[in-house]
Nanobody
Framework: QAQLAESGGGLVQPGGSLRLSCVTSGFTWDYSSIGWFRQAPGKGREGVGCITRDYGGTYYSDSARGRFTISIDNAANTVFLQMDNLVPEDTAVYYC????????????????????WGQGTHVTVSA
């Protein structure tokens, strides 16, 4: 059974950076991707981006592209979300989850397509 655990959240000023970690276990990378999601106060959960191992194929939402970068430490089975140039609208609980893989890429960041969610880590962007 897949288990995921996020960490690295905290308080950061606008324009700052944070790196979130997602430690993974219990699933097969050959058939799966890892997605990052967020849920802002009073809003629904939305996809941020996803990644597959081996080829490191990635996909980002419009709001994340150019500011956020997803990467993998294969040896540690850990997926990272590097967030730069943060704005208050990035304030949310961030989650990782297991999702589908199509060849070398992850085809979707729709919430309904992912499972085995971590407990989340809080990110607050405020002056």
């Amino acid at each position: 059974q897949a288990q995921l655990a996020e960490s690295g959240g905290g308080l950061v000023q606008p324009g700052g950076s944070l790196r979130l970690s997602c430690v993974t276990s219990g699933f097969t990378w050959d058939y799966s991707s890892i997605g990052w999601f967020r849920q802002a106060p009073g809003k629904g959960r939305e996809g941020v981006g996803c990644i597959t191992r081996d080829y490191g194929g990635t996909y980002y939402s419009d709001s994340a592209r150019g500011r956020f970068t997803i990467s993998i430490d294969n040896a540690a089975n850990t997926v990272f979300l590097q967030m730069d140039n943060l704005v208050p609208e990035d304030t949310a609980v961030y989650y990782c989850a297991v999702g589908p893989r199509y060849g070398s890429s992850c085809p979707t960041i729709n919430v309904e397509s992912f499972r085995s969610w971590g407990q989340g880590t809080h990110v607050t962007v405020s002056a």
